[in-house]
């Protein structure tokens, strides 16, 4: 057992989730978390050069405030969000909880982030030196019928501070926001981005709960729109493979998740057209997992409660699993 399992995650997982994340975000920003060195791979995507394929998903520097550093932690590119045109404080807390039996996280932050101004700002003053998505969803105030405004916005600020977008509809924590990745919303929404700038790779991320049909749609729309690809998934609302159902409102990630998460990554795969490239997340908690995303056909994974669960060393362990994994398997 590593320094992580033994001391620091006991006492970070006695603190209130969200207090240990932010603790742990400060550390890490200062420089005072340090991991083994990450067997690196350079690989090319979407004209980008990735040191590795592993990268931290959206959501745990929603405000780039580590920028610099996650480099160091050995990943391979980093998602910075969700950000939204205007500041908000997000949902009241207490709103992100740990299940450790299940190896699993609940979270209903509700888009907290410093707004896209303020992100612009840190963002043209970092020197990341891995790849950065950025990803946007839509400000709380702004009314869902006024929403195409409102991601256009970021987009314009945003987009050009970024290696690619991402343009997230399927945070369970927004209200009415899921509902953009219907086909005429989503069409819509995509068609005005692409119209802003449409040299910035651009990708939408989905939910794991959207039935075959949805995504068959979504498929279609990204076709259409000619984006570059897909980030897949995000949390669930589903609450199987928990052993308890806690009751708890928000989005499941974590262990739960990868046979849903890695579900919906097939299925793209093998129905989307080939060229497209899919950034698998969801449910890895061990370099099987992630190995396991590449064969399914992912070209870049991203890891959220597999770190926190994971710490320091979780992504060279995923980079040693890895590192052999062939090119994805495309079947058109
Ligand atoms: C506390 C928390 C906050 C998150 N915030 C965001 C977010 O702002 N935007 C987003 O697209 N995904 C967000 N996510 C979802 C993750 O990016 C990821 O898609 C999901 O957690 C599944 O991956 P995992 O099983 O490795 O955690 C969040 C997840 C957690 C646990």
């Known amino acids: 057992m590593g320094l992580y399992e033994s001391l620091l995650r006991p006492a970070l997982f006695n603190l209130d989730a969200e207090a240990a994340h932010n603790l742990a975000l400060r550390a890490v920003a200062n420089g005072l978390v340090k991991a083994q060195s ?137 209200p009415g926001l899921r509902g953009l990745q219907d086909k005429e919303p989503l069409d819509a929404l995509l068609a005005a981005l692409r119209d802003q700038d449409w040299k910035k790779p651009l990708f939408v991320k989905v939910a794991p709960d959207l039935t075959l049909g949805q995504l068959d749609d979504v498929l279609e729309v990204v076709a259409k729109n000619k984006l570059t690809g897909i980030v897949a998934t995000n949390t669930t609302l589903s609450r199987d493979g928990l052993t308890k159902d806690p009751d708890i409102e928000g989005g499941l990630s974590g262990a739960p998740l990868t046979g849903i998460a890695d579900g919906t990554l097939e299925y793209l795969r093998t129905q989307g057209d080939p060229s497209l490239v899919l950034i698998g997340v969801g449910g890895i908690m061990s370099g099987k997992d992630a190995a396991r995303k590449f064969e399914l056909g992912a070209d870049l994974v991203q890891v959220y409660s597999g770190w926190v669960y994971g710490g320091p060393k979780f992504v060279s362990d995923l980079t040693a699993c890895t590192a052999s994994t062939s090119e994805p398997v495309r079947r058109s």
């Open 38 to 174: 990450t067997k690196q791979e350079p690989s090319i995507h979407f004209g980008v050069t990735f040191p590795n394929r592993i990268g931290l998903a959206a959501g745990f520097d929603k405000n780039g405030v580590a920028l610099n550093r996650w480099k160091d932690l050995g990943f391979g590119f980093i998602e910075v969000g969700t950000v939204t045109r205007y500041a908000q404080p997000g949902n009241p807390k207490p709103r992100l909880f740990r299940l450790p039996e299940d190896r699993a996280l609940i979270n209903r932050m509700g888009f907290n982030n410093e707004g896209a101004d303020a992100v612009a700002k840190r963002l043209e003053a970092a020197h990341p030196e891995i790849p950065v998505g950025i990803n946007i969803g839509k400000s709380k105030v702004t009314p869902i019928e006024e929403a195409g405004s409102d991601y256009e916005y970021s987009f314009r600020l945003l987009a050009p501070l970024a290696d690619y977008v991402v343009v997230n509809v399927s945070s369970p924590n927004t």
